[in-house]
């Protein structure tokens, strides 16, 4: 299996064994329009499915789409500038993280201005790897004067320069028909039409008012985002898309995906267990249902909706079987 270069909140590598079930057996193009860890597009880069389709990989985190663009560009340099900063927070643990967090990522990358991906230099994606390695739980976050703001993480020993993995993700990023693009969802969305598959990873809905993690951009991902998804997964499943999305069980969110316009577009829903590892409190972290919505064919003839009884909300089945980890 292929390994994502950055832990992200919400990374796929656990709900894989899950997701493959929806892969289409052929499509023309692959679309990711959150593209995050990017764990489905090296999963599928890793079974070879991408000798002959293109892919497109976008996001609207410039930090992100920056540093995928400076390790596909020139892994050497990021891995020469990654190595010290191991060293260093081997010497000096906490104090490393702090100091390269707030002395050097943060003006670095204020020195940049908006958008900032297209100025990304190695120096600075290597500085995102170390923090994203050695941060709690591999989070990305931004305050609102947009300064990343995630505290150190508790690891014994850390893994944060593996040279041969980042020449690995730079060879499958910088391979033929394989682009990386900072643009919104609609964008991206808007572009997908028939022999595509789309695969869609949006910061999720919180599953109450205090479990939201979704400053991956200063200006956060909320409610409206969420509509405006349903709307364009909706409209580029119409276009005969093949679209798999994956979201928290939140109300709101069932409610969006078994509503009438996405049954008409032919999408499904699904439950399946999953762990959640990123809330403050660990008696809140463990197994919750996450939600998969998609048009593709349904494995083994199961993904079928249940039966709505009068007056009563349409319940969403859930998946045979447990999450692999």
Sequence with gaps: MGRPLLKWAGGKRQLLPVLRRYYPARFERYIEPFVGSAAVF????????????????????????????????????????????????RERGDACYYDVRDRRFNPMRASLGAPGAAAY?????????????????GLFRLNRQGAFNVPVGRYSNPRIC???????????????????DLAPFEE?????????????????????????????????????DHERLQAAVIAAAGRG????????SAPEIERAYTA??????????????ARRAINSRAALRGA??????????????QLRMARRLPGEHQRVPRERGAVGG
């Design 42 to 89: 090296f999963d599928l880069h890793a079974a070879g499915r991408f000798d002959g389709p293109t892919v497109r990989l976008a996001d609207v985190n410039p930090d992100l789409i920056g540093c995928y663009r400076a390790v596909r560009d020139d892994p050497e340099a990021v891995i020469t500038a990654l190595a010290p900063l191991e060293r260093e927070h």
């Design 121 to 137: 230099t190695p120096a600075l994606a290597a500085m995102l790897i170390y923090l994203n390695r050695t941060g709690y739980n």
């Design 162 to 180: 593996d040279a041969e993995h980042v020449r690995t993700v730079a060879r499958a990023l910088a391979a033929p028909g394989v682009s990386l």
């Design 188 to 224: 991206t969305l808007g572009a997908a039409g028939p022999g595509d598959f789309v695969y869609c990873d949006p910061p999720y809905a919180p599953l109450s008012r205090t479990a939201s993690f979704a400053q991956y951009t200063a200006r956060g991902f909320g409610a409206p």
């Design 241 to 248: 898309a093949i679209v798999l999305v994956s979201n928290s």
């Design 260 to 273: 009438r316009a996405a049954r008409r577009a032919g999408l499904l829903v699904r439950r399946v267990p």
């Design 288 to 301: 919750v249902d996450e939600l998969i919505i998609t048009n593709a064919p349904a494995p083994s003839g």
